[in-house]
T-cell receptor, first 110, second 116 residues
């Protein structure tokens, strides 16, 4: 059974810091891995999708890496801003469904 | 191109009533997924549908819950005889026809169900 774990559960940092969020999964047979952002009371916004054959994806200040053999992914946020404050979720896909981690709650203060 | 639309955004029901949650996928998307987020928990898969077909309902509770995606109109998640434990945020996602590598799922804003 696939299990997805995210650490840390919560993170509070001053503006400008570079951050690393971690995601680990127990079954390496995945199609892809996605990182999402969820704002309080809102839906999910897809940030990056990494196919199983890829090792990383970049979008603006975000960079996500995937090491399928070790069951790990990291989301790197450069030069964090208060607007980055949200919960970040990773999810793996093997068949039709996404299996989510419990998220990292990020707060960036000015 | 409008995103995934869900309505209502908030729904209040008393125990024993029925709840109907609607989801309109993005234009061109033929695959719909429903997920549930219980308070202080992660999102859990419930069901995956294509037009007129349930493909995977392994995450659906065995009783009181049903889902459909008719040929015309939105996908419906129906909860009969709601109980307080059904209070949660219900999210719908859609994706275009699948390729071998899997497609991004685009999420709607969710319906927050409160059972009194």
């Amino acid at each position: 059974k696939q299990e997805v774990t995210q650490i840390p559960a919560a993170l509070s940092v001053p503006e400008g810091e570079n951050l690393v969020l971690n995601c680990s999964f127990t079954d390496s047979a995945i199609y892809n891995l996605q990182w999402f952002r969820q704002d309080p009371g809102k839906g999910l916004t897809s940030l990056l999708l990494i196919q199983s054959s890829q090792r990383e994806q970049t979008s603006g200040r975000l960079n996500a890496s995937l090491d399928k053999s070790s069951g790990r992914s990291t989301l790197y946020i450069a030069a964090s801003q208060p607007g980055d404050s949200a919960t970040y979720l990773c999810a793996v896909s093997r068949s039709d469904k996404l299996i989510f981690g419990t998220g990292t709650r990020l707060q960036v203060f000015p | 191109n409008a995103g995934v639309m869900q309505n209502p955004r908030h729904l209040v029901r008393r125990r024993g009533q029925e709840a109907r949650l609607r989801c309109s996928p993005m234009k061109g998307h033929s695959h719909v997924y429903w997920y549930r987020q219980l308070p202080e928990e992660g999102l859990k898969f419930m069901v995956y549908l294509q037009k007129e077909n349930i493909i995977d309902e392994s995450g659906m509770p065995k009783e009181r819950f049903s889902a459909e995606f008719p040929k015309e109109g939105p996908s419906i998640l129906r909860i009969q005889q709601v109980v307080r434990g059904d209070s949660a945020a219900y999210f719908c996602a859609s994706s275009p026809p699948r390729t071998s590598g899997g497609e991004t799922q685009y999420f709607g804003p969710g319906t927050r169900l409160l059972v009194l």
